[in-house]
C-alpha cells in the first residue's frame, strides 16, 4: 500500500528495513498529543515524541527523539551491564569450583578424621 510521497528516511518495525516516512500527529495513533515529553518518575528524562507512518506499507508508529548525549549515556550504561554480567558469569563459575573443591576438601578431612579415630583405637 503506497502513501504519498516525500518524508524523511527511518526504519519500518513493520518493514523491517529502512523507509521514507511522513510525521503524524500522535493523537492519530491514540496517544496524547504534544510533543515534548518526560517520564514521571524521572523527569531528566526528556525526548520528543513523533507519530510516524511509512510510505511504503502504512504502519503507523510512536517514535521519540532524544538528545545524542542520553544516546552515549545510554551506550555506556549497555557496555556497564554487558562487563558486570560478564564479571557474575565468571564469579558464578568460580564459585561453582571452589564449592567443589571445598567438598572433596571436606571429604578428604573426614577420611583424616576417621584415621586418626582408627589410630587413637588401635
Known amino acids: 500500500m503506497?502513501?504519498?510521497q516525500g518524508g524523511t528516511q527511518k526504519w519500518c518495525p513493520n518493514c523491517k528495513e529502512t523507509q521514507v516516512v511522513s510525521a503524524v500527529n500522535a493523537s492519530r495513533l491514540g496517544a496524547p498529543s504534544g510533543q515534548r515529553w518526560y517520564k514521571v518518575d524521572h523527569e531528566d528524562i526528556q525526548y520528543f515524541r513523533r507519530g510516524q507512518?511509512?510510505?511504503e506499507c502504512g504502519h503507523e508508529?510512536?517514535?521519540a527523539e532524544v538528545p545524542?548525549?542520553?544516546l552515549d549515556e545510554l551506550v555506556e550504561l549497555r557496555v556497564a551491564l554487558r562487563d558486570i554480567k560478564l564479571h557474575a558469569e565468571t564469579y558464578s563459575r568460580q564459585s561453582t569450583l571452589a564449592s567443589q573443591s571445598l567438598e572433596k576438601l571436606s571429604t578428604s578431612l573426614s577420611v583424616l578424621r576417621a584415621l586418626d579415630v582408627?589410630?587413637?583405637e588401635s
Open 2 to 4: 503506497k502513501v504519498q
Open 53 to 55: 507512518i511509512c510510505q
Open 61 to 63: 508508529w510512536l517514535s
Open 68 to 70: 545524542e548525549a542520553f
Open 118 to 120: 582408627y589410630k587413637a
